[in-house]
């Protein structure tokens, strides 16, 4: 019998996770379910899998993207790939929005709905930092606080000076060049031997979240999570693969099928931020894209680029909007499209923060950001669709951005499943 790949496993883990969730859902209160299985069991194996991915993202993104910048060779390719991968979130993300506020409109899920039919499930929602703030964040000012509270950003902006300086010493520090390689090659390693264990990790994960769901309250708002997910996927089938095809030249299922471990791990986790090892690893390995650019664009992706939840964003003005009877114009779409980038941008890639960053939207076209708890009770099954939908777009960023730099990337999905 074929041995069957990881993908596979991971691919049984997330679906079987999903079944015996359901099926644990009504028991969830039995108190051997809530002590043992849900409370210890699955608690224990899932929180072990995501300590142990998000362990390795500090070292990882700052090993291999020193190496990586460092074997760019000249600065004017950094600044190239940077303006390129810049733009291209940009504008996956404004079209994303685009999406959003389009099919929001066509299918109105807040319509007929009032404030009051909806059980609001938080009042206090605290509001975003300002840009001025998130541009200075960029340079750290003591990088061993920097990677001790994992803060992205700052990781990269001191990697790129690692990288920059080694190029400068060239041959000088061949040794410290060495030993960057070889930690590269550790840390992936690592990265491997965790991946082991994550069809349980995943499965942990989901049967947890679906136990304890509580889909049973989402009636009234079932248009407008289905509204959020069709987005979702529009992009995530359409815009995504439309691009894959046309400038990569590669077959949609090639990608999912190479692909997949990374969506799963970021919808079981919905952090942007924990799934870097995988997508990176992903992208490195199955794809074959370089260092020097994935190491660049993964981390910073996992950062900025969030194109799941800008549609989230979008959906929910237009969601509240209705409830709260505000007509928007057409300036407030395009004040939508404006701040739910710059929303999108600064939201970090941990779970529920793209929610928090609605509250900068709301206030832009003078709807009440206590809209928020209105939607706030069934984010987390929208979370891990749109984490999803955001990982996915770094790869596909990264695949062209590594397309256009003449490199040669792997269309062969024989291995896989
Ligand atoms: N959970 C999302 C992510 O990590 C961010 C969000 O809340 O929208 O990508």
Redesign the pocket.
């Known amino acids: 019998m074929k041995k069957m790949t990881l993908t596979t496993k991971i691919f049984i883990g997330l679906i079987s996770g999903i079944i015996l969730g359901l099926i644990l859902y009504p028991m969830r209160e039995v108190p051997f379910v809530t002590n043992y299985i849900i409370g210890f069991f699955l608690k224990l194996g899932g929180s072990i899998f995501i300590n142990a991915i998000k362990m390795m993202v500090v070292p990882l993104v700052f090993i291999s993207l020193t190496v990586g910048s460092s074997a760019m060779g000249d600065i004017k390719k950094l600044g190239r790939i940077g303006a390129k991968t810049l733009g291209f979130y940009l504008f996956t993300t404004a079209i994303a929005i685009v999406i959003a506020l389009t099919f929001a409109n066509l299918i109105n899920p807040g319509a007929g709905l009032s404030a009051d039919s909806i059980e609001k499930t938080a009042k206090t929602i605290k509001s975003s930092k300002s840009f001025v703030d998130v541009l200075i964040d960029i340079i750290p000012s003591n990088p061993i606080a920097s990677m001790a509270n994992g803060n992205m950003l700052q990781i990269i902006s001191f990697a790129l000076l690692t990288g920059a300086a080694l190029t400068v010493l060239g041959d000088k520090v061949i040794r410290v060049k060495e030993v960057f390689n070889q930690a590269n090659d550790l840390v992936l390693e690592m990265v491997n031997l965790i991946m082991l264990v994550a069809p349980f990790g995943v499965f942990c994960l989901i049967t947890k979240t679906f136990a304890t769901l509580g889909y049973t309250a989402m009636g009234p708002l079932l248009k407008y999570i289905l509204t959020v997910i069709g987005a979702l996927f529009i992009h995530g089938l359409f815009t995504y693969q439309g691009l894959l095809i046309a400038i990569v030249k590669m077959h949609p299922l090639v990608f999912f099928k190479k692909f997949l471990p990374a969506i799963s791990v ?1 919808f079981s986790t ?6 870097i090892p995988v997508t990176l690893e992903t992208v490195q390995e199955e794809f074959g894209v370089s260092k020097s650019v994935s190491s660049f664009t993964i981390p910073l992706g ?1 950062t900025i680029n ?1 194109d ?2 800008a549609i ?1 964003q979008g959906v929910a003005v237009v969601f509240i909007a209705a409830v709260y009877n505000v007509d928007l114009t057409m300036g407030d779409y395009v004040a939508v499209i404006l701040t739910a980038t710059l929303a ?1 941008i600064g ?11 609605l509250s900068m939207v709301l206030t832009q076209v003078g709807l009440p950001i206590e809209g928020i708890a209105l939607i706030m009770g069934v ?1 987390r099954i929208l ?1 891990m669709a ?2 999803a939908v ?2 996915t777009g770094d790869a596909v960023c990264t695949l062209i951005i590594a397309q256009t730099e003449g490199e040669k990337i792997d269309k062969d999905a024989k291995h896989i499943m």
């Open positions: 970021a919905s952090s942007s931020g924990a799934t996992a969030m799941g939840t989230l999108s939201t970090a890639g941990v779970p529920g923060v793209g929610l928090i960053m984010d979370d749109r984490t955001n990982v």
